[in-house]
């Protein structure tokens, strides 16, 4: 399997720019979830998806974040308009169900917003 | 509110030492990870652990958790410069499995 696969890998933009990030999670892997890591704020979680439906969105910083999941292989996360303080790594993780088991990483969305 | 906090959050130590990263929790846990991320990179999983006294060894690196003492530990052996890394533990709360809190993370840094 080609694991977890995030679009753009670096995305270099400009305050007040939309922005949007793609996932594509693990076949067969039925949660699907974004977080964000910061150096100050460290890793945290977003949103996450429990068969392509928004479970828990309390991490999502403000409106102009919001994250689909229109299908079981594609997940997007946009940011509109961007501010320079929502530059960040922006990472996408899947996992199957089931107690214990591991979420799987994409290898992150470098995101700057100038 | 679930806080996770690791000790240290820096270390340096030399090849062949031991050494050990600690995690703290604030409330009761079903499932706790580590995980290791390399500079630049996305994070890898190593360990799941998920009752009171689990041990899990790979290699140089064992985790054990006390779910009493909400703690958990990452004991290094015989360090080497590949384990040069950032280590997080990641604890789960409220019985679902996607709420996930990390800590900030143990900067490891294995010099010869």
């Known amino acids: 399997d080609a694991g977890v696969i995030q679009s753009p890998r670096h995305e270099v933009t400009e305050m007040g720019q939309e922005v949007t990030l793609r996932c594509k999670p693990i076949s067969g892997h039925d949660y699907l979830f974004w977080y964000r890591q910061t150096m100050m704020r460290g890793l945290e979680l977003l949103i996450y998806f429990n068969n392509n439906v928004p479970i828990d969105d309390s991490g999502m910083p403000e409106d102009r974040f919001s994250a689909k999941m229109p299908n079981a292989s594609f997940s997007t996360l946009k940011i509109q308009p961007s501010e320079p303080r929502d530059s960040a790594v922006y990472f996408c993780?899947?996992?199957?169900?089931?107690?214990?088991?591991?979420?799987?990483f994409g290898a992150g969305t470098r995101l700057s917003v100038l | 509110e679930l806080k996770v906090e690791q000790n240290p959050l820096f270390l340096s130590m030399q090849e062949g030492k031991n050494y050990t990263i600690y995690c703290n929790y604030s409330t009761t846990s079903d499932r706790l990870y580590w995980y290791r991320q390399d500079p630049g990179k996305s994070l890898e999983s190593l360990f799941v652990l998920l009752s009171n006294g689990a041990v899990k060894q790979e290699g140089r690196l064992m985790a054990s958790l006390d779910t009493k003492a909400r703690l958990s530990t990452l004991h290094i052996t015989a360090a080497v410069h590949d384990l040069s890394a950032t280590y997080f533990c990641?604890?789960?709360?409220?019985?679902?499995?996607?709420?996930?809190?990390f800590g900030k993370g143990t900067k490891l840094s294995v010099k010869p």
């Open positions: 993780a899947s996992s199957p169900s089931g107690i214990g088991l591991i979420q799987y």
């Open positions: 990641a604890v789960s709360y409220g019985g679902s499995q996607g709420n996930l809190i």
